[in-house]
């Protein structure tokens, strides 16, 4: 975009200055008079019955101001149960998480009692004592295995361990199959990861006796959820709660959930009267924060002789976890999102979510697109391979091409909007990235490592991923007497540069200096309704509210100071924190002038005949997503003794649409690139048949360090989306969606001398070995 | 309160003397005695480097010591690194200028233990300061920004050395 002041440059962001000299503000930071401390008493078992909890000795210790259960919040409850539910038709059944627990507990790492005391080692002290007597129940850890006859209960409730089950597709599937000239089969799965954001959960509350106003500081991703589920559950109107969310250290979706410790926490500080804080430790994070992606597929694709796809079929199974702290969307997305890029004559996903011993499942950066990424990409492998066709000219035979574009899907979303495909280059797309990592040229280097007993491959995998999730973002904008421009939004930071987005969106209209503009979001006072971040979203909805808001605010700054400089709107523009007369430097009026003239005067009527207040309010709305897409390309080297894997190269191109602020768009799919290549290669979330989570901390369970993680090469393309005014499409979970595809795939390449095979991440060296081992044995 | 115990230390070349419980780890003494808070906690067991701070001039984890350990030595904290208040340590400006920093939380270990390194090694290849940040823990940046500011900042740094 050229001729712009501000807007798509890499503008440097607003966020560091404090964050780089220790001066952020992050839930942890505040430190309150009187202030209290809280820690939690968890489940130590994956399925239990609590038939006593003893407070008595923790309550009496020094420093210990009080222990809470759920009784003892009852009274004060007007809703024990967080409803957070997104509608389906879906469910079989409620399970909504209580407070506190009641009399079961149905994951390691619920919480059962809240101890509040002078600091966090008492606190920590207290909980130790907190005598609880559990009667161990059959837990179930295994999705697939919690839908057998006879497997036993995950809640003692519950009828049976479906949550959920429903289907999607179009065409005629079954003719379609029983006529194919090939049909291939892959069962395949993806095991489950924490988002692992470096700041844990927490919470920081106190009660304003004289307001008669709770407030709640969270590193949450949505404050205006968070306030309305305390509204719910507390039974407080809404001038009685304010939710604020301070500077967060990463979200990555489990930060969106409302927790059991948030109203825990509220309801702690309520009722002692002094401000209270919990500080998630590491260990709870890897026990009770939400994690994603265990998935089982049993998936076949038709193809014609020339590797065309005739049609696509399966089920899969996905664990829900012990509770519904979101939704079905995980699954619906990943049922959803499998045979998007492509052309698919026919479709079928029979799909039901399975409830387990385990912490509950929400969207993880990603949010259920890897995984059926994941299958559809493995699958044009397979059929790749078994018709002797290139790997990416068998996709270059079945990706829509961009001349098809919009095109519609004979699948709905969630909301029930048809899915179309709204712009982009696919093919362009997977060309520009098969170029950077010369992959015609990789047979010789293949053939060549080969000969100095190297084994090298490259893999590519295609994806799009719906963004943009509406309906809506509330953005205003206002000029106060200052002259400074505010913005408020519901929208919420947790790293991805929103304040410096919406800046330069609104100073490119509104004078074109971004120091002059002040970003208000994470506050549920600064704005009636929220929805807050989520599915790479804040962009399309938030940035295209900012951009009419300001366009609005700007024709009426125009009008105004045209009215008192007595020039004509069309000679005027603003410049900095000034309006002025083109050509006439000297014929100015400063912004806060304008603002002032429209704030008002008792008696005096406005300049021009305008509204009061130099400001707008907008809610840009939006139904349909916007599909990003992108081409990941991977050169690996894996050493077939130790099983471990190396990047030679990394490449990934992309189409956001209009890109806002380059250098923030890199930030996010690299960082994404990096969640997703910790998934396939490192992360693994391990649980024992009790559903005891045994790896909970960084020793065991590995992110990715900086000497792992290659350079990533990134290509941008830029098709704007028609769907909004920016035609900006999401950024922020684009880098994860890809990689598991793409990397498995080089994997498989590298070691095609051994034809191993690979069906499932994380991939890990032992893993790696073990198949190369039973493939030569086989071999003899 | 446990026990407790007095000690005197220098924090950013200011002298603190404090009475501070034994079992307060680092960390904890920092962030709250006083007040300190650009110190993060990631971890408290040693993995991701986000509580880094300088101990006489040497990175050290700050979750993994006891206050009353420190007694007598000097601490350089992220609030400390700037020259001034006006004016951020090139370090800073290039974690700014390269994107180094998203949601900033892991930015405080990232700098105390590249200023360590770049004192040491003034010339770095990205391999060498990729080796360097590997017990730091970054969810967002992917590194690459990070790397890219380490090897800014050392230019700098040298840049201004020769000046
Ligand atoms: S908090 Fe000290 S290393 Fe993680
Ligand atoms: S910038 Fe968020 S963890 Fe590094």
Known sequence: MSGWKVFGSRAKRLEDPALLTGQGRFVDDIILPEMLHAAFVRSPHGHAKISRIDVEQAQTMDGVQAVYTLNDFRPHLTNEHLVVGLPSPAYKQELDRPALANDEVVYVGKPVAIVVADTRYIAEDAAAMVMVDYDILPAVADCRAALEDGAPLAHSTSPHNILAQFDMGYGEVDSVFANAPHVYSESMWQHRGGSQSIECRGAVSFYDPIEDLVTLYSATQAAHTAKNILIDMLGLDENQIRVIIPDVGGGFGPKLVFYQEDVAVVLAAKLLGRPVKWAEDRREHFISTTQERDQFWDVEIAVDNDGKILGLRGSMIHDHGAYTARGINLAFNSALIVSLPYDVPCYYMDVVLAVTNKVPVTPVRGAGHPQGIFVMERLLDRAARELGIDRPEIRRRNLIPTEQLPYTKGLKTRGDAPVILDSGDYLACMEDALERIDFTGFLERQKKALQEGRYIGVGVANYVKGTGRGPFETVTVRIGPSGKIMVYSGAAAMGQSTQTMLTQIVAEHLGGDMENVEVVIGDSSVVPMGIGGSASRQTVTAGSSALLAAREVQDKALKVAAHMLEASEEDLEIDGNEIRVKGVPDLKVGLGKVAHAVAGTPGYALPGGIEPGMEATKNFMVDDLTFVNGTAAVEVEVDPETGKVSFLKYVIVHDCGTVVNPMIVEGQVIGGTAHGIGNTLFEWMGYDETAQPITTNFAEYLLVSAPEMPHIQMGHMESPTPLNPLGVKGVGECGVVPAPAAIISAVENALSPFGVFFDHVPLRPPEIVEKIQSAKALAG | ?163
């Open chain 2, 1 to 163: 309160m446990g026990e407790t115990r007095k000690i005197s230390l220098s924090v950013n070349g200011k002298t603190y003397e404090e009475e501070v419980e034994v079992r307060f780890t680092l960390a904890d003494f920092l962030r709250q005695q006083p007040g300190l808070t650009g110190t993060h906690l990631g971890c408290e067991h040693g993995v991701c480097g986000a509580c880094t701070i300088l101990l006489n001039g040497r990175s050290a984890r700050s979750c993994l010591m006891l206050a009353v350990q420190v007694d007598g030595q000097e601490i350089t904290t992220i609030e400390g690194i700037a020259p001034s208040e006006d004016e951020m340590h090139p370090l800073q400006e290039a974690f700014r200028d390269n994107h180094g920093l998203q949601c900033g939380f892991c930015t405080p270990g990232m700098l105390t233990t590249l200023i360590e390194f770049l004192g040491d090694n003034p010339d770095p290849t990205e391999q060498e300061v990729r080796e360097a940040i590997s017990g730091n823990l970054c969810r967002c940046t992917g590194y690459q920004g990070i790397v890219a500011a380490a090897l800014d900042a050392a230019q700098r740094l040298r840049e201004a050395k020769g000046a």
